[in-house]
């Protein structure tokens, strides 16, 4: 079992910049996939960025430019940086981690943070 923390979520206004964690209770080099989604009312949860452990990262085209995702081993943590925030940025966003064991994928959610973007 892998618990996700999140943390670092809150108000800010456009043009903002806030940075969001997400500290895993494994070693992350365990994990094959550390990715943020987010999900506001009556929609779907949706991709944010993801970091697989080989391979490019990617993200959605509506944070490109804007989002960065980054993984730091040594504090097991995942990071969201958000910069240029919009007010449709705003939503509660998700860390998830996908964990392989032999054949069989785990998949981990966090329990989410509240980002507000408004003037």
């Known amino acids: 079992q892998v618990q996700l923390v999140e943390s670092g979520g809150g108000w800010v206004q456009p043009g903002d910049s806030l940075r969001l964690s997400c500290a895993a209770s494994?070693?992350?080099?365990?994990?094959?996939?550390m990715a943020w989604y987010r999900q506001t009312p009556g929609k779907q949860r949706e991709l944010v960025a993801a970091?697989?452990?080989?391979?490019?990262?990617n993200y959605a085209d509506s944070v490109k430019g804007r989002f960065t995702i980054s993984r730091d081993t040594a504090k097991n943590t995942a990071y969201l940086q958000m910069n240029s925030l919009k007010p449709e940025d705003t939503a509660v966003y998700y860390c998830?981690?996908?964990?392989?064991?032999?054949?069989?994928?785990?998949?981990?959610w966090g329990q989410g943070t509240q980002v507000t973007v408004s003037s």
């Open positions: 970091h697989p452990r080989v391979g490019s990262r």
């Open positions: 998830k981690a996908e964990r392989p064991v032999g054949t069989t994928t785990y998949t981990y």
């Open positions: 494994t070693n992350i080099f365990l994990l094959d996939v």
